[in-house]
């Protein structure tokens, strides 16, 4: 894969030590994404896997805020005519690890997307709401299904309902996400934590991501029945014990 050869406005693709960060630079625009920037991360998804020179994703996005979801005002002048796109789904699709570095006001299908990664670290900046319904719109990127299972369903109800601001450190409480850090440490934190997950055995990384992943939403008899069926099948490279 040659992620770095996709240059699309508004989206910057580097790999560095493994990982690969894609960063959101629409700052004027409130970091919108727009059909070729969606597009793009479908693409980037589609092709991550295959590319053995990345163990890592970041979703990040330049300064003052994360992501406002999709640009409306794209959608609106293209109409009938807009291709629909799911890069929720596409970060989902991803078998490696992927992280959000979330460093502002993280919105609607911006919170799609940050809920569509399997950690998050947030800036103590960061602050997250969902205006779906404030916008007479409805999700298409997986908000319904994820928000009650990172919250819980009667707190995504409350924040969908009332399209309020959740900051921070009620994020964390609430276990939207993983981490709070200062605002200035977010970067050297996010590669810390990328560097802890490029330490570790990746094909064991991906495949125990894989298990919750598959497990997440089974009775608790399945889940335990598929880890017994995956984990005998695997096999244990004791070459790497002790050193």
């Known amino acids: 894969m040659s992620t ?15 990982v690969l960060t894609l960063t959101i630079d629409r700052p004027e625009s409130k970091n919108a994404l727009t059909l070729a920037m969606r597009q793009h991360i479908e693409q980037l998804a589609r092709d991550v896997d295959g590319d053995n020179t990345v163990d890592v994703v970041v979703l990040t996005a ?10 409306i005002k794209e959608i609106v002048a ?22 959000a570095a979330v460093n502002g006001a993280c919105v609607t299908g911006g919170l799609e997307l940050v809920l569509s990664c399997d950690i998050v670290i947030a800036s103590d900046r960061a602050r997250f709401a969902d205006t779906h319904a404030k916008l007479g719109a409805l999700p298409r990127w997986g908000m319904s299904a994820l928000l009650p299972r990172a919250v819980g369903l009667a707190r995504a109800k409350e924040i969908t309902a009332t399209g309020a601001f959740v900051d921070a450190d009620e994020a964390l409480r609430i276990g939207l996400v993983n981490h709070v850090v200062p605002h200035d440490e977010l970067a050297a934190r996010t590669s810390a934590l990328c560097a802890a997950i490029v330490a570790a055995s990746q094909p064991a990384v991906r495949a125990s991501i894989d298990l919750y992943d598959r497990g997440n939403g089974m009775s608790l008899a399945d889940a335990l029945a598929l880890e017994v069926a995956v984990g005998g099948a695997w096999t244990i490279d004791t070459s790497t014990f002790g050193q």
Request: net charge negative.
């Open 62 to 71: 330049v300064d003052p805020v994360f992501s406002a979801g999709a640009d």
């Open 4 to 18: 770095e050869s996709l240059p699309v406005e508004g989206l910057r693709a580097e790999i560095a030590d493994r």
């Open 78 to 99: 293209l109409g009938a005519s807009l291709t629909p796109t799911n890069p929720g789904g596409a970060l989902r699709s991803i078998g490696k690890p992927v992280i």
